[in-house]
């Protein structure tokens, strides 16, 4: 069972800020990773797939970067849109979701 | 655009069944797998299992002794069974579409989400 921890758990920041968020898996997950967006009240938002991939649509500040068990969610400039919930995902052995970023105005 | 729509009961006694339908517009439900997802009010995100149009199921070994999932592609629709509910079963219910990446399957689409209350 491939547990993932993300860090930090709630991050505060201000418009412009570059923001990072980690994520480690208890195993190495190849490049099985992805990264959503969760807004309260709304289904999740795919961000990155297969650890660096940007999703069609989304914004080019949202990257991501890592392997084998640790990763990265970069927003290069934050803007009023991305104060929201970031959570990991591994689907190297069925699917895993880290316990969330929050993300709040600082 | 593919769009999915969860549906079924809101409440739900203790120790009965949980049944819930996701109905998939906009394209075909053929050749993909399709999961749920559900999340407890303020906390994260869990895998419940994941049916492929053929059948075929993997289900979160956490839940796998009360979950069943089925497919009924002539409609666009699958479903989540899941029996023997209590109250930590309450949750928003998320079905998602899983899209293969360039080894693994992640979720692309995701319906709004229904929530179910477990209470008698």
């Known amino acids: 069972d491939i547990q993932m921890t993300q860090s930090p758990s709630t991050l505060s920041a201000s418009l412009g800020d570059r923001v990072t968020i980690t994520c480690r898996a208890s195993q190495t997950i190849n490049s099985w990773l992805a990264w959503y967006q969760q807004k309260p009240g709304k289904a999740p938002k795919l961000l990155i797939f297969?650890?660096?991939s940007l999703e069609s649509g989304v914004p080019s500040r949202f990257s991501g970067s890592g392997s084998g068990t640790e990763f990265t969610l970069t927003i290069r400039s934050l803007q009023p849109d991305d104060f929201a919930t970031y959570y990991c995902l591994q689907y190297n052995s069925y699917f895993g979701f880290g316990p969330g970023t929050k993300v709040d105005i600082k | 655009q593919v769009q999915l729509q969860e549906s079924g009961p809101g409440l739900v006694k203790p120790s009965e069944t949980l049944s819930l339908t996701c109905t998939v517009s906009?394209?075909?439900?053929?050749?993909?797998?399709w999961s749920w997802v559900r999340q407890p009010a303020g906390k994260g995100l869990e895998w419940i299992g994941r049916v492929y149009t053929s059948g075929s199921t993997n289900y979160n070994p956490s839940l796998k002794s009360r979950v069943t999932m089925s497919v009924d592609t002539s409609n666009n629709q699958f479903s989540l069974k899941l029996s023997s509910v209590t109250a930590a079963d309450t949750a928003v219910y998320y079905c998602a579409r899983n899209i293969a990446g360039r080894g693994g399957y992640y979720f692309d689409y995701w319906g709004q989400g229904t929530l179910v209350t477990v209470d008698s």
């Open positions: 906009g394209g075909s439900i053929s050749n993909y797998y």
């Open positions: 297969d650890v660096s």
